[in-house]
């Protein structure tokens, strides 16, 4: 399946989240030990924006993450662009700006992010979250291809283990060296 229609059901799954997060939700744990809501809203919008500019086969600066105040806005407008930026001829083939990986797998490390950070954020805010099945199906592969340099890029943690009841979700996010079952 194409990378752009992937990256719009993962939207489509992602701005139900993002709409449900409260003022009152910004200041809460998530399971990225490192970022609390706000922080994790911000990483993710500047992911978004700056894996437009990757699609167009352009330099993206992780340099420093900004601040993204009008997030609520933001959000389903910059998922928008990716979308686009993503389902433009090419943007899925040769290499994909200043990574320096192929753009295929550059474009599958933002719908990773769309699907893990915005279940960090249900997780965080008491909200439920599905993928969407085929963004799962290839978000899974991507996990299982990516692990070891994931987790020597600190991408990924060690995988933990799942519990023996633990849903296919639960034991992505374990595969992730994420708590399956994290909560505040």
């Known amino acids: 399946m194409k990378l752009s229609v992937l990256l719009d059901r993962a939207r489509d799954h992602a701005l139900p989240v993002i709409a449900s997060i409260s003022d009152d939700d910004l200041t809460k744990p998530t399971p990225c030990a490192d970022y609390d809501v706000r922080a994790l809203l911000d990483h993710l919008m500047h992911v978004v924006v700056e894996f437009q500019k990757l699609a167009a086969k352009q330099d993206a600066d992780f340099s420093h993450t900004p601040s993204y105040p009008d997030w609520r806005a933001q959000f389903p407008a910059e998922t928008a662009k990716l979308v686009e930026a993503w389902g433009q001829p090419g ?3 040769g290499i994909a700006g200043n990574m320096q990986m192929p753009a295929q797998t550059v474009g599958g490390l933002v719908l990773l992010d769309l699907t893990i950070h915005i279940s960090d954020l249900a997780q965080a805010t008491g909200q439920k979250f599905e993928p969407d099945p ?3 199906a290839e978000v899974r592969n991507l996990v299982e291809q990516m692990g070891p340099m994931a987790i020597e890029m600190n991408v990924f943690k060690a995988p933990v283990d799942a519990p ?6 639960e034991q992505l ?6 708590d399956p ?4």
Do not use: H, Q
């Open 164 to 169: 023996a009841d633990a849903s296919p979700l």
């Open 91 to 93: 943007a899925d083939e």
């Open 134 to 136: 085929e963004v799962f």
């Open 173 to 178: 996010l374990a595969a992730t060296g994420r």
């Open 181 to 184: 079952r994290w909560s505040a």
